[in-house]
């Protein structure tokens, strides 16, 4: 018996593993074959971004920056090759190598590409990334809703009320579910004292998501505290511990949701 669970087990890592492997040879199979074009066409950008892409993917960084770095070294400059490195840069938080890529490749485009503005915006300060994200979501670029969500809450901490409600209202047309924007949303009712929109806001999100009401109602009390709201942050906390308290049994076991529940708990005390 014990001898026939061993032996199933090993079964099942390998169809677990077969996969990865399969997929980790083809990546490998690729770079070398991209590694045979570099060879023989060196001064051919294209070729080491692909392989930079590869390496990537291939989760090994060094390579990858190498790869960019080469491209960038081309002559005449190749413009997507500096808009890569600043990508590549940004996340891996090296901002001022980012900075100096992106300006790089601003420099050689007298029409930047959605993508380029893109960046531009993360790259900035909030007041200063608002116009870039209006042109990126202005594009053709089908912007996701985390673009919206970052756009917002750009134009929030900048203190520019007119575009946020923009990306609010743009944003929430192509997402109307989305968490994050409704909550940006009631932020932007409380910063101008509209305590009662505000709770419209949230009431959406508890309508949308009955099923994270625990969550939604925690997120929701440390929005009224940031905003100076303590009667509203303790009932939305006492909200939440009701909404844990009526879920099944073999939800209430839920590790991260009974972590949750003792932060609320702890914060209640206070």
Same mark, same amino acid.
């Given at each position: 018996? @014990?001898?026939?669970? &061993?032996?199933?087990?090993?079964?099942?890592?390998?169809?677990?593993?077969?996969?990865?492997?399969?997929?980790?040879?083809?990546?490998? &199979?690729?770079?070398?074959?991209?590694?045979?074009?570099?060879?023989?066409?060196?001064?051919?950008?294209?070729?080491?971004?692909?392989?930079?892409? =590869?390496?990537?993917?291939?989760?090994?960084? &060094?390579?990858?920056?190498?790869?960019?770095?080469?491209?960038?070294?081309?002559?005449?400059?190749?413009?997507?090759?500096?808009?890569?490195?600043?990508?590549?840069?940004? #996340?891996?938080?090296?901002?001022?190598?980012?900075?100096?890529?992106?300006? /790089?490749?601003?420099?050689?485009?007298?029409?930047?590409?959605?993508?380029?503005?893109?960046?531009?915006?993360?790259?900035?300060?909030?007041?200063?990334?608002?116009?870039?994200?209006?042109?990126?979501?202005?594009?053709?670029?089908?912007?996701?809703?985390?673009?919206?969500?970052?756009?917002?809450?750009?134009?929030?901490?900048?203190?520019?009320?007119?575009?946020?409600?923009?990306?609010? /209202?743009?944003?929430?047309?192509?997402?109307?579910?989305?968490?994050? @924007?409704?909550?940006?949303?009631?932020?932007?009712?409380?910063?101008? &004292?509209?305590?009662?929109?505000a709770e419209q806001s949230f009431g959406i999100l508890k309508l949308l998501y009955?099923?994270?009401?625990? /969550? @939604?109602?925690?997120?929701?009390?440390?929005?009224?505290?940031?905003?100076?709201?303590?009667?509203?942050?303790?009932?939305?906390?006492?909200?939440?511990?009701?909404?844990?308290?009526? =879920?099944?049994?073999?939800?209430?076991?839920?590790?991260?949701?009974?972590?949750?529940?003792? /932060?609320?708990?702890?914060? @209640?005390? #206070?």
């Open positions: 018996m @014990l001898a026939n669970l &061993k032996a199933m087990r090993g079964l099942l890592l390998l169809l677990i593993l077969a996969p990865l492997a399969a997929g980790h040879e083809d990546l490998h &199979k690729q770079i070398t074959e991209i590694s045979v074009k570099i060879a023989s066409a060196p001064n051919d950008p294209q070729f080491w971004l692909a392989r930079a892409d =590869l390496h990537q993917s291939h989760r090994d960084p &060094k390579a990858a920056r190498h790869d960019l770095l080469e491209a960038t070294l081309i002559q005449p400059p190749f413009p997507l090759a500096f808009l890569k490195l600043a990508q590549f840069e940004r #996340k891996r938080g090296e901002i001022p190598l980012a900075q100096i890529a992106l300006a /790089k490749h601003l420099s050689l485009v007298t029409d930047p590409a959605p993508q380029a503005h893109r960046e531009k915006a993360l790259l900035s300060a909030p007041a200063e990334a608002i116009e870039p994200w209006q042109h990126f979501l202005k594009s053709k670029a089908e912007p996701s809703m985390h673009d919206f969500t970052l756009a917002a809450q750009a134009a929030f901490d900048g203190e520019d009320q007119e575009a946020t409600r923009e990306f609010l /209202k743009s944003g929430l047309n192509r997402h109307p579910k989305s968490i994050q @924007l409704h909550q940006i949303n009631a932020r932007t009712f409380l910063a101008k &004292k509209d305590a009662k929109s009955p099923n994270l009401l625990v /969550k @939604l109602n925690y997120e929701e009390s440390l929005i009224w505290a940031k905003h100076e709201h303590p009667t509203h942050a303790h009932q939305a906390l006492l909200s939440a511990l009701k909404a844990y308290h009526q =879920l099944p049994a073999r939800l209430q076991k839920n590790r991260d949701l009974q972590n949750l529940v003792a /932060k609320i708990q702890t914060t @209640l005390r #206070k």
